[in-house]
């Protein structure tokens, strides 16, 4: 996948589904540049076309959300500012807004995942083993409800273009060492309740996330890194309408590209290229982008 453009100064280093990464040009810098496209994927596959400004929404909501979590993170100072026009000279223009320069950090291979409520690939064990990723869960919740307490899934991170995988947390502790998976789970719960409380503060339930750390090569010191609880890395569902809905689905309506997934599970087989996306579907997902944005930071 192409880099999302040349920016001068700075040495493309990959490209994933949504997020091109580059290098500061010069031996001695640990500086990376952080772009956020428009591009969507779903079912492991990157459509077209993306979602216009989307970019923007997600840079904007890891901003803001870095702002507020008590845990140290990977912005460099030039970022703490952002949007005012602080970071205008490390940023290139070309990227401006949608892009964060970070530190380097040696990241852990896991994918630290908490659900709080049951969901998705949740749901879809419950039914089957009354367990998600194996941990056992009483009888008689329903799609949608709210966990007994947040859930701690962790997940390796595998080589780019391969899939992540569910691991336990023993798996965890093989890979990182006991005390580091410990303080990845205990970070990662701490982070959750944080911010789900924040979230309510809003009407807005945080379902479920992602989190990426590493340790700072400088100070050693557990660093929370790439993205944060954007619609993106999260499931969100407005608290008024979960409340209210008729149907589990419906209450479940959430502020990412849940849009997209549906339309795409409606319209392919999943063989051969995806179609393209329709206008009014990519206004739509732009549209719930947009939303949550304004409802989380107004």
């Known amino acids: 996948m192409s880099a999302s453009t040349n920016l001068p100064g700075w040495t493309h280093l990959y490209s994933g589904k949504v997020r091109d ?4 040009e010069g031996a001695a810098s640990d500086a990376l540049l952080v772009v956020a496209s428009d591009r969507v994927s779903a079912f492991d596959h990157v459509l077209s076309p993306g979602i216009p400004g989307k970019g923007e929404l997600l840079t904007a909501l890891s901003l803001w959300w870095f702002d507020r979590l ?3 993170n990977h912005l460099l100072p030039a970022d703490e500012q952002a949007g005012d026009g602080t970071a205008a000279e490390a940023i290139p223009t070309e990227v401006a807004g949608r892009a964060m320069l970070v530190q380097k950090l040696d990241m852990f291979p896991v994918e630290c995942v908490v659900r709080g409520y049951l969901t998705g690939s ?9 367990s998600v990723c194996g941990i056992p869960l009483p009888d ?27 691991i336990s947390f023993e798996a965890s502790i093989e890979l990182v060492g006991e005390a580091d998976a410990t ?16 979230a309510e503060e809003r009407g807005v339930i945080l379902a479920d996330t992602k989190f990426e750390f590493g340790r700072n090569p400088h100070t050693g010191v557990l660093t929370l890194g790439d993205e944060v609880l954007t619609s993106d890395s999260s499931r969100y569902w407005d608290a008024d309408v979960y409340a209210s809905a008729a149907t589990a689905e419906a209450r479940m309506a959430s502020f990412d590209k849940q849009i997209v997934r549906d339309w795409l599970a409606a319209n392919w087989d999943q063989t051969g290229t995806p179609p393209e996306l329709p206008a009014e579907i990519v206004e739509k997902t732009a549209s719930r982008y947009r939303e949550l944005l304004d409802r989380l930071t107004a």
Not at 21 to 24: A, G, I, N, P, T
Not at 122 to 130: C, L, P, Q
Not at 142 to 158: H, I, Q, S, V
Not at 183 to 198: F, G, K, T
Request: charged fraction near 25%.
């Open 122 to 130: 949740g749901w879809k064990e419950y039914v089957a083993s009354r």
């Open 183 to 198: 303080a990845l789970r205990d970070a990662s719960l701490a982070i959750y309740a944080q911010a789900s409380a924040i």
């Open 21 to 24: 990464l580059y290098e500061r």
């Open 140 to 166: 008689g919740l329903n799609n949608g409800d709210r966990l007994p307490e947040p859930l701690y899934t962790p997940a390796y991170k595998a080589p780019m273009g391969e899939h992540d995988e569910n």
């Open 70 to 72: 008590d845990i140290p």
